[in-house]
């Protein structure tokens, strides 16, 4: 849980699309369930909502090619810039294969219909 509202802080300033591990993935959907809580952290921590969208729309298109598993560099890069604890077990740990993984939650969420 602590992983999921870690990236949530990242994603309030992050500029560039940032992805969450398999496991915090499934964290985080699990406190987007929960949309009241969810409404109230996004307010606390960002200043604003921060919306979930797990699949592109033809507006947005992918801005840019990039290595496979960069969201999740920059989520983990961000979350330590923050001055946040980063739990490397729930990451891939601290020397994982961040291009083994494509993820820029509408590629890789755990519930994605192109898993």
Request: hydrophobic letters at 35%; aromatic letters at 4%.
């Amino acid at each position: 849980m602590d992983q999921a509202l870690a990236i949530l802080a990242a994603c309030a300033t992050a500029t560039d699309p940032l992805g969450p591990s398999d496991l915090v993935d499934i964290g985080w959907h699990t406190v987007i369930l929960h949309t009241r809580e969810y409404a109230d952290s996004c307010q606390r921590i960002a200043g604003r909502f921060i919306h979930h969208q797990p699949e592109p729309t033809p507006d947005d298109p992918p801005s840019r090619s990039e290595p496979i598993g960069a969201p999740i560099s920059r989520a983990t890069a961000a979350i330590v810039a923050a001055g946040l604890a980063l739990d490397h077990g729930l990451w891939g740990g601290p020397a994982a294969d961040c291009t083994s993984k494509c993820t820029q939650c509408h590629a890789g969420c755990t519930d994605s219909p192109t898993r």
